[in-house]
């Protein structure tokens, strides 16, 4: 039985005060969307994943930090890169069915 005291929200900023930005990798559109979720589009087939770190216990921020910052540095990056640093760093992943759409407000991390 899991203890709920131990559950941390991740609630405090709006999500528009973190600065939103995206990457492209080989095959794959990263985007940086909040501090607590990254989308990825696998651009071959169109698929969209959420990296995502909801109700997660405390402590494990340094987890994702580590995870963030690997998808910031890498010089290339692949669709099977992401899954593999997820798998690593034990992130979770959801299938997105509404994802974001790239207007003016993000900005590219070459830039």
């Not at 340094?62 to 992130?91: C, G, H, M, S, V």
Request: charge should be positive; charged fraction near 30%; proline fraction near 4%.
């Amino acid at each position: 039985m899991s203890n709920f005291s131990t559950l941390k929200p991740f609630a405090g900023k709006n999500i528009t005060d973190y600065p939103r930005r995206y990457r492209v990798g080989e095959d794959v559109l990263v985007i940086f969307y909040s501090k607590d979720r990254i989308y990825i589009r696998n651009l071959t087939t169109d698929y969209w994943r959420v990296y995502h770190r909801w109700a997660q216990i405390r402590g494990t921020y340094k987890i994702w930090k580590r995870f963030r910052d690997a998808l910031r540095r890498r010089r290339k990056l692949t669709d099977q890169d992401i899954y593999n640093l997820a798998f690593k760093y034990e992130i979770d992943c959801s299938s997105c069915h509404a994802p974001p759409i790239i207007d003016d407000t993000y900005m590219n991390m070459e830039d």
